[in-house]
């Protein structure tokens, strides 16, 4: 099973980007699924997490101006950043919990994408 993150980049403060994650390979299902991120110098933290029934969570510094969304047919992830701040710019990973058949369940990772907001 691999996880691919795509769509980060550089933008002002205030701007907006969307990360997208794709999961292939050996899937039965896959159930929470997750966005991480780490900046310079500190430790990863969650952002935003799923589940396969679309319940969300949020770590309070982006409530409000993220939003997480999940394809499950088609195996993806998303998160909509709008209103991004300096203090935004991290390394982004993706995450999933994922069943390659109904007796094990595993935890995958991306493998980051650069989010750098500037002033």
């Known amino acids: 099973v691999q996880l691919q993150a795509f769509g980060g980049g550089s933008v002002q403060a205030g701007g907006f980007l969307r990360l997208s994650c794709t999961a292939s390979g050996d899937i039965f299902r896959i159930n929470d699924m997750g966005w991480y991120r780490q900046a310079p110098g500190k430790q990863r933290e969650l952002v935003a997490k799923?589940?396969?029934?679309?319940?969300?969570n949020y770590v309070d510094s982006v409530r409000g101006r993220f939003t997480i969304s999940r394809d499950n047919g088609k195996n993806m992830q998303y998160l909509q950043m709008n209103s991004l701040k300096p203090k935004d710019t991290a390394v982004y990973y993706c995450?999933?919990?994922?069943?390659?058949?109904?007796?094990?369940?595993?935890?995958?990772w991306g493998q980051g994408t650069l989010v750098t907001v500037s002033s």
């Open positions: 799923i589940t396969r029934g679309g319940s969300t």
């Open positions: 995450e999933a919990d994922v069943q390659v058949c109904p007796a094990y369940e595993y935890d995958y």
